[in-house]
């Protein structure tokens, strides 16, 4: 069975500090990952998918960057946050081929930047 | 436009009710229509996706129901229980751009006993 890890589960950070948010998928096999964020009471908005290592395509811009340095990874950053970065942050996860449209989400990091 | 509109906003129950919750949408591209649930403090969780082969899919209490030429879909909860009380979002993708799923903005519904 297939497991998303998600770290920190929340953090809570100054405007102007930099922020890494990691993903980690166990038990499947080069699966597309996608970051998405949503802030409190809204809906989830796709930030960036990535369907192989190295390979990351952004879909909105909000100040934020992500890699996949691994098949099993996923980190989203940030140099410097603003207020409007709050909300939580979800990672998600979709096999690849005939099944490729089924998206899982992660449990989530909440973001607080003050 | 990749856009999909979820109404009510919010909707409340008793317990027993058919819970109907509605989405629409305007790209035809789309043909992957999934619904999420969201208890707080949770993340979403898939509950449902049908595709446009057909007009209705059931799992348990939940259905969907489609309808291709107005481009609308909606869920049916039957026999509302409390425990089903989250908010409830609609999704949409296009199969030739897998990556872009497009929410809606959700509804809170609550079940009251």
């Known amino acids: 069975a297939q497991t998303i890890h998600q770290w920190p589960v929340a953090e809570i950070k100054a405007v102007g500090s930099p922020l890494s948010l990691g993903c980690t998928i166990k038990?499947?096999?080069?699966?597309?990952l996608y970051w998405y964020w949503q802030a409190t009471g809204g809906t989830l908005q796709q930030l960036f998918y990535s369907i192989t290592v190295g390979q990351v395509e952004s879909v909105v811009q909000l100040n934020l960057s992500a890699s996949r340095p691994k098949d099993d990874q996923f980190i989203l950053s940030t140099e410097k946050l603003l207020l409007s970065h709050s909300g939580f942050y979800l990672c998600a996860w979709s096999a690849t081929g005939i099944n490729q449209d089924t998206q899982y989400f992660g449990p989530g990091t909440r973001l607080l930047v003050l | 436009q990749q856009q999909v509109r979820q109404s009510p906003q919010s909707l409340t129950v008793w317990e027993g009710e058919t819970a109907i919750l509605n989405c629409s949408y305007e790209?035809?591209?789309?043909?992957?229509f999934p619904w999420y649930h969201q208890f707080p403090g949770e993340s979403p969780a898939l509950l449902i996706a049908i595709r446009p082969v057909s007009n209705k899919k059931e799992d348990g209490r939940f259905t969907i129901f489609f309808n291709k030429r107005e481009k609308k879909f909606s869920l049916h909860i039957a026999d509302s229980q409390p425990g089903d009380s989250a908010t409830y979002f609609c999704a949409a993708l296009a199969s030739s751009s897998f990556s872009k799923l497009v929410f809606g903005q959700g509804t809170s519904l609550s079940v009251v006993p």
């Open positions: 038990g499947k096999s080069s699966p597309n």
């Open positions: 790209d035809s591209t789309f043909d992957y």
